[in-house]
């Protein structure tokens, strides 16, 4: 007669505590201190593709999942224009066609310092990307720092990434 009671009190305390977290819709970085994964060994036609020795190199950088049929991807590519002029940005277009990738960056600007390609999505579940868009801070190490889920605009961007860019910036 206690097992149903203890089971409902178990979920209650367990709902609790993730109600009472800083911020209950945060994905936390899973890879964060680590080294980031291998980005695969395929790019687009015409563009320089990203290595993982790229990501070593020094100083802070940025990776971003990203794909032509993505809206969100389309609403954050402003910001990730801006950042380009900061700091390297990469990208890894993921499970999208050749053509669809090509004529998203002639039509919105190609922000990227290099790129990767993801057409199966293994590279996407190494990083433990669930959905582009994500975008991912890297130190001068190739460490991740930081896993930010979601298109980068607005209060999100201001409020969640950019705080966590900066500090890596400072870090530096």
């Not at 004529?103 to 579940?125: C, M, N, Q, W």
């Not at 889920?149 to 910036?169: C, H, I, Q, S, T």
Request: net charge negative.
């Amino acid at each position: 007669m206690l097992v149903p009671v203890v089971v409902f009190a178990g979920f209650a305390a367990l709902a609790g505590w993730s109600l009472m977290r800083d911020n209950p819709n945060a994905l936390p970085t899973a890879l964060a201190g680590r080294e980031a994964p291998s980005v695969g060994e395929t790019t687009l036609p015409g563009k320089t593709r990203l290595t993982d020795e790229m990501l070593r190199q020094p100083g802070v950088k940025i990776v971003n999942f990203w794909a032509s049929w993505c809206p969100p991807c389309r609403a954050e590519h402003p910001t990730l224009t801006e950042l380009s002029k900061r700091l390297p940005v990469y990208g890894v277009d993921l499970k999208d066609p050749e053509r669809a990738a090509l004529g998203f960056l002639s039509e919105h600007g190609d922000p990227y310092k290099a790129l990767a390609t993801d057409p199966r999505g293994r590279v996407a579940i190494d990083w433990g990307v669930t959905a582009p868009p994500e975008t991912f801070i890297i130190d001068g190490n190739g460490r991740i720092l930081y896993r930010h889920a979601g298109p980068l605009v607005r209060e999100d961007y201001a409020n969640r990434f950019l705080p966590e860019l900066e500090k890596a910036l400072a870090a530096e």
